[in-house]
């Protein structure tokens, strides 16, 4: 385990490419049924969230480790 965290702007662009195709799926998904504000935002944030955690970055983080800790590898 690497001693410190990976650089703000890598974990921040990792997160954004793992969230970016949710949101916009998310969009298409939601559109047709005509939801309260309301109710289509907290699905909305709720779905990536359970799935950013416990899918998506674990997966990432591992495919992307020798990038986000480069002081690992060697």
Do not use: D
Not at 9 to 29: E, F, H, Q, R, S
């Amino acid at each position: 385990m690497p001693a410190k965290p990976p650089a703000k702007w890598k974990m921040a662009l990792t997160t954004w490419v793992a969230l970016l195709p949710m949101v916009v799926a998310l969009g298409y998904i939601f559109g047709p049924f005509r939801l309260s504000v309301l109710l289509e935002q907290a699905l909305s944030t709720i779905i990536p969230v359970v799935i950013l955690t416990w899918v998506v970055m674990p997966a990432l983080t591992r495919m992307l480790y020798g990038w986000l800790y480069p002081e690992a590898r060697g």
